[in-house]
């Protein structure tokens, strides 16, 4: 809200002030925020709508819908991605996440939009059984010890190994990765064991650490990994 008042300045002096105007401005609202897009198990398409007068766009995205500090995803808290309608976001693990946008303009920052709440396809390896079954398709998170000569092989669109858990893939089995490979806890691939990852540009991150038995033969060749 501001409020005028003017005077005239003439050859014999100043005139009275006029009377105050109070004027009220419109306030600069915020986006509209669209769902999300293109969504996979580590990956996802952010949305919004132009919104008249905007030069750009700030946006935040955050592990919660209240985007508490400490929640943010790494590089996207009050992030301005210029003047564009979406954004892809790849290696994000985390789900659910949120995200929300404001618009900046010559009059200044606007409200933020709604919230969007992204969804992905995840299933968690409890110790003894799988949340749903891993597929190509799905975020695989290994959160107790995983035997694959006791629970079998499988195949995931990304591989996260938490912290504190272990993943041992034996002789003549394997685990298959569309896409990212996230190790914070330990992942042990023993002699003829197979871990295979896809993606020739999938993210491998963490420690892996491989036996592999050899002859010594010069001519012989070993198999590593794919």
Avoid at 112 to 117: C, E, F, G, L
Avoid at 122 to 145: D, F, R
Wanted: charge should be neutral; aromatic fraction near 10%.
């Amino acid at each position: 809200t501001y409020h005028y008042r003017v005077r005239a300045v003439y050859s014999c002096g100043t005139s009275n002030v006029s009377k105050r105007i109070q004027l009220t401005t419109t306030a600069f609202s915020g986006p509209v925020a669209q769902p999300a897009t293109a969504i996979s198990c580590d990956s996802f398409t952010a949305n919004w709508n132009t919104l008249v007068g905007a030069t750009s766009y700030i946006i935040d995205i955050a592990t919660t819908s209240t985007f508490t500090a400490g929640t943010f995803i790494s590089g996207f808290e009050n992030t301005n991605i210029g003047n564009t309608t979406s954004i892809n976001l790849t290696n994000v693990y985390s789900n659910p996440v949120y995200y929300r946008v404001r618009a900046m303009g010559p009059c200044g920052t606007s409200s933020n939009s709604s919230v969007i709440t992204v969804n992905r396809a995840t299933t968690t390896w409890n110790g003894s059984t799988w949340s749903i079954p891993p597929t190509t398709s799905t975020l695989a998170i290994i959160n107790g010890n995983y035997d694959t000569a006791i629970n079998g092989n499988f195949e995931c669109c990304s591989l996260n190994v938490n912290a504190g858990f272990t993943l041992t893939i034996t002789s003549d089995r394997y685990a298959l990765v569309q896409n990212n490979l996230n190790v914070a806890g330990t992942l042990n691939v023993m002699n003829n064991g197979s871990l295979v990852q896809v993606n020739d540009l999938g993210v491998n991150t963490g420690v892996i650490s491989y036996q592999r038995s050899t002859t010594g033969n010069l001519f012989d060749y070993v198999y590593w990994s794919s």
